[in-house]
């Protein structure tokens, strides 16, 4: 472990940075493939802060004869007392500090200097040992990925054959049914994007989920802005599966030069009898490399078509990092009281359902 080096901490917002800034945090993604997560990239922080006004970045800095030299960028949300969440809080699937190689840093000093008593992370990027060393750890779990090595035979080849055969089946059913499958890498059409946005509102709510991001103004403008960039760092991506002239799924991921970033996916229930969200994903896989695609992260959760679409895992980390404050002691307390009311919900179903239909009707209303 080497030596923790004497920096300068300077927090702005995200359109404070400057080309200079954008250059360096573009090299450093581009040096470690564990931080060329779209989520990870100035774009992505510059969109959110378009719409939160409590998005900041900390740039790191250490003194050089030629003026300070930026080591490290740190995007993060400033919410009350004092408590710090990754920016893009709730729709962030990869966070933590995009740093040079080797740079060794006090997770304390950074969040003095961020005036945050607390920062709470739920998608922590492997290698921020700081943070884990300095923190709590709550819960670890991974993010299924696909490795994209070239040799499409040999992963197909490597796929459950039992799933394989029956995607296959599903592809060949929807040609009989409504013409040739084809697939369209990327199609930046904001009436596509209002039916993927249509698609998944309906498939959240059959669920039972009540809050749904795609139902805000504020976050389809990050979406829109998003597919609308054409950075190498960091740009929406929306995929179409065509079967005959009939849009049948629709997938809205993150890429930078590397990495693409699933992140909603949606398709027509009318066909769900043909899984055309399954089809979607194989056809992406097979064509990801020709568009420079490295890897394909698959989010973090254990549904069955993850496992049997990945090649790898990248581990995930939840937990926080907090100062020794009178802030950030009134934080644990209200946390852990939280989370004790949530363990009684979980162990008594009829409460929970009881609490999701008084929410419900709350929202109702409002």
């Given at each position: 472990?080497?030596?923790?080096?004497?920096?300068?901490?300077?927090?702005?917002?995200?359109?404070?940075?400057?080309?200079?800034?954008?250059?360096?945090w573009?090299?450093?993604q581009?040096?470690?493939?564990?931080?060329?997560?779209?989520?990870?990239s100035?774009?992505?922080?510059?969109?959110?802060?378009?719409?939160?006004?409590?998005?900041?970045v900390?740039?790191?800095?250490?003194?050089t004869?030629a003026?300070p030299?930026a080591?490290?960028?740190?995007?993060?949300?400033?919410?009350?007392?004092?408590?710090?969440?990754?920016?893009g809080?709730?729709?962030?699937d990869?966070?933590?500090l995009?740093?040079?190689?080797?740079?060794?840093?006090?997770?304390?000093?950074?969040l003095?200097?961020?005036?945050l008593?607390?920062?709470?992370?739920?998608?922590?990027?492997?290698?921020?040992?700081?943070?884990?060393?300095?923190?709590?750890?709550r819960?670890?779990?991974?993010s299924?990925?696909?490795?994209?090595?070239g040799?499409?035979?040999?992963?197909?080849?490597?796929?459950?054959?039992?799933?394989?055969?029956?995607?296959?089946?599903?592809?060949?059913?929807l040609?009989r049914?409504l013409?040739?499958?084809?697939?369209?890498?990327?199609t930046?059409?904001?009436?596509?994007?209002q039916?993927l946005i249509?698609?998944?509102a309906?498939?959240?709510?059959?669920?039972g989920?009540?809050?749904?991001?795609?139902?805000?103004?504020?976050?389809?403008?990050?979406l829109?802005e998003?597919?609308?960039?054409?950075?190498?760092?960091?740009?929406?991506?929306?995929a179409?599966?065509?079967?005959?002239?009939?849009v049948v799924a629709?997938r809205y991921?993150?890429?930078?030069?590397?990495?693409?970033?699933d992140?909603?996916?949606?398709?027509d229930?009318r066909?769900?009898?043909?899984?055309?969200?399954?089809?979607?994903?194989?056809?992406?896989?097979e064509?990801?490399?020709?568009?420079?695609?490295?890897?394909?992260d698959?989010?973090k959760?254990t549904?069955?078509?993850?496992?049997?679409l990945?090649?790898?895992?990248?581990?995930?980390?939840?937990?926080?990092?907090?100062?020794?404050?009178?802030?950030a002691?009134?934080?644990?307390a209200?946390t852990?009281?939280?989370r004790g009311a949530?363990?009684?919900?979980?162990?008594?179903?009829?409460v929970r359902r009881?609490?999701?239909?008084?929410?419900?009707?709350?929202?109702?209303?409002?």
């Amino acid at each position: 472990m080497t030596e923790v080096i004497a920096m300068d901490i300077t927090v702005l917002r995200p359109d404070e940075l400057t080309t200079a800034d954008l250059r360096a945090w573009h090299i450093m993604q581009q040096g470690d493939l564990t931080l060329s997560s779209p989520f990870l990239s100035p774009e992505f922080a510059r969109a959110v802060g378009h719409q939160r006004p409590n998005a900041r970045v900390a740039r790191l800095t250490v003194p050089t004869p030629a003026g300070p030299h930026a080591v490290g960028f740190f995007p993060f949300e400033r919410h009350a007392l004092g408590t710090g969440k990754p920016i893009g809080s709730g729709f962030c699937d990869c966070q933590g500090l995009v740093h040079e190689p080797g740079l060794d840093w006090d997770p304390m000093e950074l969040l003095r200097a961020c005036d945050l008593a607390i920062w709470e992370y739920d998608h922590l990027a492997a290698g921020q040992t700081a943070f884990e060393n300095a923190g709590t750890q709550r819960a670890r779990a991974t993010s299924p990925i696909i490795e994209v090595n070239g040799d499409l035979d040999a992963y197909l080849g490597q796929r459950r054959r039992a799933f394989l055969k029956e995607v296959r089946q599903k592809e060949r059913r929807l040609t009989r049914e409504l013409g040739p499958v084809r697939l369209e890498f990327h199609t930046p059409d904001p009436t596509l994007l209002q039916t993927l946005i249509r698609w998944k509102a309906a498939q959240l709510e059959a669920k039972g989920l009540r809050r749904n991001l795609l139902s805000q103004d504020w976050f389809r403008a990050i979406l829109r802005e998003l597919l609308d960039l054409s950075s190498e760092s960091c740009s929406g991506v929306l995929a179409v599966l065509y079967a005959g002239e009939e849009v049948v799924a629709l997938r809205y991921a993150l890429r930078s030069r590397q990495v693409l970033a699933d992140w909603f996916p949606a398709y027509d229930t009318r066909y769900a009898r043909c899984s055309p969200g399954l089809v979607l994903y194989l056809k992406v896989t097979e064509v990801a490399e020709k568009h420079g695609i490295a890897r394909i992260d698959l989010g973090k959760g254990t549904e069955p078509f993850k496992q049997d679409l990945k090649t790898a895992e990248l581990p995930l980390t939840e937990g926080y990092v907090a100062r020794h404050t009178p802030r950030a002691a009134l934080w644990r307390a209200r946390t852990a009281s939280g989370r004790g009311a949530r363990a009684a919900l979980h162990a008594h179903p009829k409460v929970r359902r009881a609490a999701v239909k008084a929410a419900g009707a709350v929202d109702r209303l409002r």
